[in-house]
């Protein structure tokens, strides 16, 4: 199987849909004041995580890096909704997208480049095709015309990773303070580390980098809805 990053496409390139959305997810957890490794934020959206019953006021605001104490007791209380093996890191959003949407989309749209976003037609053939690990949520989003389509976005876990021989000797190490995970300069020229690829799965996402990867089956579904504006660049395995 071949693996694809889907991106926007350059800021130049002509695009074929007018469809914009402004939307933040429903939780968020800030960034922290390490007393070891300095103040930092990392990204990461997981929308079909719903933190609902915690009821904790802190987590429905996005705001910056906090003291040390409140980062670990926020970051305490969100770990046990977190999916099985996935690294809790501060700047990390959970929960639906909602907010307001207007113009055409397309089956598929990337906005903020690395952020993936399915039309439901899109979502309806990759589950028909039997694609797996294709985890859609759906945008709470306001428009005025009531002919803009669902939309959905797809959550990629980070559960690949790249070749430490892209990465170099440009990482920060993991802090044993605050729980980061070890973080890197996105590598220009980047590959996968094959035996870190989750097999069967034709969505993921990468550790401690953005881009989303998707498989050349969901790249070959897609393309049967018509142009979309995105790119896809081949991520090549090494072991
Ligand atoms: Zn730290």
Redesign the pocket.
Known sequence: MRYFEIRSPRWDEPGHWSGEYRALHRWHLPG?E?P???T?AGMGAYPSVALSALEEPALAKVTGPVHFAEYMRLAGLVRTYLPPGIPIKGGSSFGPMVGTARGRFGPVTCWPSWEVVLREDAVELLKAEGLNGVIAVRMELKSRRSTTPALYELEARPLARLHPDCIGEWKTPP?D????PEMFDLPPKRWLLRSSIPEGLDVFGLEGANPRVVSERFVEVIQRLGPADVTYRELPAAD
């Open positions: 922290v390490c070891k490794c300095g930092w802090c303070v605050c729980g980061r």
